[in-house]
């Protein structure tokens, strides 16, 4: 009877390590450290708690600019227009600036009627337009037109062209990309050495005018 109890013994041991019942072993039935990442199956692993956090890594190249902001309560609106009949200096075919020295309108200082050049306040699309009106006498009174002039002769915007004597009116209007600091004028071309002048009109057409369009 000792045998048999002790086969009978032996034989339920045996019995239960090889039929346990499903989910019947947790964490209370396993030894510390028993289970390693070789005993579990293919794509399951053991995650412990997070470490400590690691050192900054360097630090990463400047971002993109994003565009500047644009200042409504300044938003580079300006006109300005000519007081004086001003004589042709130049001699032969060139350009000569167009004296405004009449700010009717600038709120944030961006003409100087001393140069009566525009300095662009930011980066950015601004908007100008320009007419000149002149007197050329005489039958050899030949080309004549207004433009749009920066320091940057890509950028030049150039207006109605006339030939002829007489009073003659050119205008001209365009969009120009400028950075901050740039300056625009204006410039009055004549082809020939003639008494040209810029007219002093009563109507003030002899002008120039602008504002910011939108930031770059």
Do not use: C
Not at 61 to 71: E, F, H, N
Not at 141 to 162: C, H, M, Q, W, Y
Not at 180 to 202: K, P
């Amino acid at each position: 009877m000792a045998g048999l109890a002790l086969f009978v013994s032996l034989g339920g041991t045996g019995y239960a390590v090889t039929q346990l019942p499903k989910n019947s072993v947790g964490s209370a039935q396993l030894k510390r450290g028993s289970v390693t990442n070789e005993k579990l199956a293919r794509g399951v692993a053991v995650t412990g708690p997070a470490g400590p956090r690691g050192p900054r890594g360097a630090e990463g190249p400047a971002g993109l600019r994003g565009p500047s902001a644009v200042d409504l309560q300044n938003p580079a609106v300006f006109r300005a227009h000519n007081a004086d009949a001003q004589p042709y200096e130049k001699s032969g075919p060139s350009y000569q600036t167009v004296k405004l020295r009449v700010e009717d309108y600038d709120p944030s200082g961006v003409f100087d009627p001393g140069s009566s050049h525009f300095t662009a306040p930011r980066d950015g699309y601004y908007w100008f337009y320009a007419t000149a009106v002149t007197q050329a006498p005489g039958p050899n009174a030949n080309r004549f037109f207004v433009s749009l002039v920066a320091a940057d002769p890509a950028k030049e915007i150039r207006g109605t062209d006339f030939a002829g004597t007489g009073p003659q009116q050119s205008h001209v209007s365009g969009l120009m990309r400028l950075e901050r600091g740039q300056e625009v004028w204006v410039g009055v071309f004549r082809s020939e050495q003639v008494g040209l002048s810029i007219d002093n009109d009563g109507g003030r057409l002899t002008s120039f005018g602008g504002y910011f369009v939108s930031p770059l």
